[in-house]
């Protein structure tokens, strides 16, 4: 678990299912990533994040307000290998969605870049990467916040994406860690 001033980002539980379902069934919030989503692909979907975090020790966290305990979003990193260019597959992928009712309030900032520094810290990636659609403005301003710059433009499941890449801040302080 993180704690930042105002928020606890934690790993998702079942617990979480209907406001994760909620936010990812909201249009406005999904406007970027595709169709909102069902019940049962929500369901999915966090089956697939509880289970990432057993496999890899790292995954999506559930940001949370710190004082009501009210669900705000999502962010952390996964291994999505989502086939767009093989030397970048493995590299962990960073992520970030909030609610409507969250979305403007420095949350996403807040939360992602504490879920940067735990990466960093507890895992050590010489690099992490990020894919966002080109007309997710609020998204590209984050990613650039956090550090990432622009790599390529894929295409990624009939359309073209922005990839970001970060090299972590520690990097050349770990020997036999760097990709050229």
């Not at 993180?2 to 539980?13: D, G, K, S, W």
């Not at 406005?28 to 019940?39: D, I, K, L, Q, S």
């Not at 697939?48 to 705000?72: C, E, K, M, N, P």
């Amino acid at each position: 678990m993180i704690q930042t001033e105002r928020l606890t980002l934690r790993p998702y539980t079942v617990a979480d299912y209907d406001a994760y379902a909620a936010m990812v069934a909201d249009p406005v919030v999904v406007r970027h990533a595709g169709a909102p989503m069902t019940g049962e692909e929500a369901w999915m979907r966090l089956l697939r994040f509880i289970g990432h975090w057993s496999v890899f020790g790292h995954g999506l966290f559930a940001v949370l307000d710190r004082t009501t305990g009210q669900y705000l979003g999502e962010t952390g990193f996964m291994d999505f290998r989502r086939e767009v260019a093989t030397r970048l597959d493995t590299m962990p992928e960073a992520a970030w969605v909030f609610t409507r009712a969250a979305q403007g309030k420095g949350y996403a900032h807040e939360a992602a870049a504490a879920a940067h520094r735990w990466m960093d810290e507890h895992h050590a990636p010489p690099a992490t990467q990020c894919m966002i659609s080109p007309g997710n403005r609020e998204s590209i301003r984050l990613a650039e916040k956090l550090g990432y710059r622009p790599h390529d433009r894929p295409h990624y499941r009939d359309q073209d994406v922005l990839r970001y890449l970060r090299l972590t801040e520690n990097r050349a302080e770990r020997p036999g860690r760097h990709e050229d």
